[in-house]
């Protein structure tokens, strides 16, 4: 069946540092995949999205490129501010999921100032 | 991109009581979705609810444990019954709306965080 794998967390970077999430996914299909966030004490919000091989979702600073070759969607973000601390899930679904979403673990990120 | 309101935002609750959340959205949706988040852990779907048909459940939830109403396009309440203290959690509302491509993307309320005593 379909899966999501997300990085362990909680990852501790200092302010304006290089951000990366990784995130690796298993589907028979092709799926669309999703970055949610999570701030504190929050319900989760839609970050970006990708629906086909090579798209690069981005919003708010942070990118995303669905690479089919490796299955991955890994989050980047060049610099890093102390308000991106929350935690992050990655995403998936497709047909075989009947489209539900197929959600990782969730990575906590946490910016030090 | 709709705005979805949950009540209550938070409660304490005795055990063996039960608790109705109720999820209100702004506009008409065919399709709502509940969901539970354990302390750390990532969103588990308690069931599928659209409107004019019975909730659909997954595997481990049980309506008589969370039964689901869905009178309309824009309302949908569930029910935690009989509750124990593994109840405690953050119970999430979310609807989907069609997208412009395949990704029908779905919003999520603000969350219930209940704590069973």
């Known amino acids: 069946g379909n899966s999501v794998t997300q990085m362990e967390g909680p990852v501790t970077l200092s302010e304006e540092a290089f951000l990366t999430i990784n995130c690796t996914y298993t589907a028979t299909g092709y799926p669309s995949l999703f970055w949610y966030v999570q701030y504190p004490g929050e319900g989760l919000q839609l970050l970006l999205k990708a629906t086909k091989a090579d798209d690069k979702g981005s919003n708010k600073g942070f990118e995303a490129t669905y690479r089919k070759e490796t299955t991955s969607f890994h989050l980047e973000k060049g610099s890093v501010q102390v308000s991106d601390s929350a935690v992050y899930f990655c995403a998936l679904s497709d047909a075989d999921s009947n489209y539900q979403l197929i959600w990782g673990a969730g990575t906590k990120l946490i910016i030090k100032p | 991109s709709a705005v979805i309101s949950q009540k209550p935002s938070r409660d304490i609750c005795q055990r063996g009581t039960s608790l109705t959340i109720q999820c209100q959205v702004d506009s008409q949706v065919t399709m709502m979705f509940w969901y539970r988040q354990q302390p750390g852990q990532s969103l588990t779907l308690i069931a599928t609810?659209?409107?004019?048909?019975?909730?659909?459940?997954e595997s481990g939830f049980v309506i008589d444990k969370f039964p689901i109403s869905r009178p309309n396009l824009t309302f949908s309440t569930l029910t935690v019954s009989n509750m124990s203290p593994e109840d405690s959690s953050i119970y999430l509302c979310s609807v989907e709306e069609a997208g412009q491509d395949v990704a029908n993307e779905q919003f999520f309320g603000p969350g219930t965080r209940l704590t069973v005593l």
């Open positions: 609810a659209n409107q004019g048909s019975e909730a659909t459940y």
